[in-house]
């Protein structure tokens, strides 16, 4: 019998009968929101412990990536009382992104080709749905689509002639920013 005048003793109860149902499980979607919805995200799952009509929150792996599994994807699920579940993971579907290598991170969503890549040496790549690429270099020079020319800062008149026509241009370039 638990004292109720000892709260430590009352919240060791609480966990011990939590603890009860504290376990890992599998099921599969039956349905998902539209992945452009803001705020929280719940999907349906089939499986034994959830009614598959009861919506099951998504818990996102870290702050700020949140990813909806699609239906028919197999998800895990941790149970944080008897038959409150919370979908804490799924297999990922392959993506158009590269491999990662030590020191390298890929933020990418599995259903567009957009990318940003973290490289060791401090390089930032984002790469758009439609191919553009933007590189910011550890030294701060931001490449545009590979470019190697530096972005016009300034143009003025270097000759002129009888006119007064222009016939030769002095174009200063910002090397920090390539076309």
């Not at 409150?84 to 990922?92: C, N, T």
């Not at 401090?122 to 553009?132: E, K, L, M, P």
């Not at 007064?164 to 920013?177: E, F, K, Y």
């Amino acid at each position: 019998m638990v004292d109720e005048t000892v709260p430590h003793e009352q919240s060791e109860a609480v966990a011990e009968a939590q603890q009860a149902y504290a376990f890992l499980d599998m099921g599969i979607v039956t349905s998902a929101p539209d992945q452009t919805e803001d705020g929280a995200h719940h999907v349906t799952v089939s499986e034994t412990r959830v009614p598959s009509d009861a919506p099951v929150p998504v818990i996102p792996p870290t702050h700020g990536d949140y990813y909806v599994p699609p239906e028919g994807t197999p998800v895990l699920l941790a149970y944080t009382d008897e038959n409150e579940a919370v979908v804490i993971g799924s297999p990922l579907p392959p993506t158009n992104s590269e491999d990662v290598t030590a020191g390298e991170r890929i933020v990418s969503h599995p259903l567009s080709s957009a990318a940003v890549k973290f490289s060791d040496d401090g390089t930032v790549q984002v790469v758009g749905d439609d191919g553009t690429d933007v590189q910011i270099q550890p030294d701060g020079t931001v490449v545009i689509d590979g470019g190697t020319n530096g972005a016009v800062t300034d143009v003025t008149i270097s000759e002129t002639n009888s006119n007064g026509g222009a016939t030769s241009l002095n174009v200063i370039r910002n090397p920090d920013v390539k076309l």
